[in-house]
């Protein structure tokens, strides 16, 4: 049974941990605002020499979304504590994909990932070596079905998927994510590399993670709860976050049905 620290609050457990990673979108702000009890529990951990990296499955590079939570109000100090799903898939990009053509799948916004090989990007998806995706196309971004269809003919194709996440909640909405669009490329037939939470090498390029004991914390089962449980490293549930609904009937149901092993969770974190 996964403890609640609601009333006993992170501080009951943190002398027990090295490194926290810690989610940032669900967990530090709703892509809109930041949540100060989250800004609190950083100065928290700061206080008490923890060392905390601000882990997101967001498809840029750190730059982008440091600069993003710096308008948010984060200062500067917290801001350089960020790794990026976008960071991890770029490093694979310059290193194994750079003379390659490819076929983007997402906003216009997410060109900032690519563009150091942006020479590289096609129009014709047939023509391409291989697809990035980072989300969705502005015009179909709530239509599924079209990816099936764009998928029939290509699923021989590599496509690299830089945000596993399968939703998101921007505020009260929910909207998909990139990982929505690989999971129907993948249904296909298709082969998908993925970066970001959950998979190992976005941990292991985040920080020194050799002999610490760390607890990760997010609002993601999928994501932040499952690559923890791959770690092996303790995990913590944010119950507030996407799967609020589901866990506000039985949280211990919720552990089955996913496959997952939460420890604690908080309905937001609290110090």
């Not at 983007?104 to 900032?112: K, L, Q």
């Not at 490329?185 to 610490?212: C, N, S």
Request: contains cysteine; proline residues 3%; neutral net charge.
């Amino acid at each position: 049974m996964p403890k609640n620290l609601d009333d006993l609050g992170l501080k009951s457990v943190a002398n027990s941990y090295d490194v926290f990673f810690i989610d940032i979108w669900g967990v530090l702000h709703n892509g809109i605002n930041l949540y100060q009890n989250s800004v609190n529990v950083l100065n928290e951990l700061e206080k008490s020499n923890k060392t905390y990296i601000l882990l997101t499955n967001a498809p840029r590079p750190n730059s982008t979304v440091i600069e993003f939570l710096k308008k948010m109000g984060l200062d500067e100090n917290k801001c350089s504590k960020v790794y990026t799903s976008g960071e991890s898939a770029l490093k694979h990009l310059e290193k194994n994909y750079k003379e390659k053509k490819f076929y983007h799948i997402g906003p216009p916004r997410d060109f900032d990932l690519f563009k150091l090989f942006e020479k590289n990007k096609i129009d014709n998806l047939e023509q391409s070596d291989f697809i990035l995706c980072t989300g969705l196309f502005e015009e179909y971004e709530e239509d599924l079905k079209y990816y099936k269809e764009l998928f029939k003919s290509v699923i021989g194709k590599i496509m690299i998927c830089t945000n596993p996440d399968l939703i998101v909640d921007r505020g009260n909405i929910t909207e998909y994510c990139a990982g929505s669009v690989a999971k129907i490329f993948e249904d296909l037939g298709g082969k998908v590399e993925y970066f970001g939470k959950p998979y190992p090498p976005v941990y292991q390029q985040a920080t020194d993670i050799k002999d610490k004991k760390i607890l990760c914390i997010g609002d993601n089962l999928n994501t932040d709860i499952k690559g923890a449980n791959i770690q092996n490293f303790d995990s913590m549930l944010i119950s507030s976050g996407i799967h609020k609904k589901e866990i506000d009937k039985n949280i211990e149901k919720v552990q089955l049905k996913y496959n997952v092993k939460i420890n604690y969770y908080q309905s937001l974190l609290k110090w």
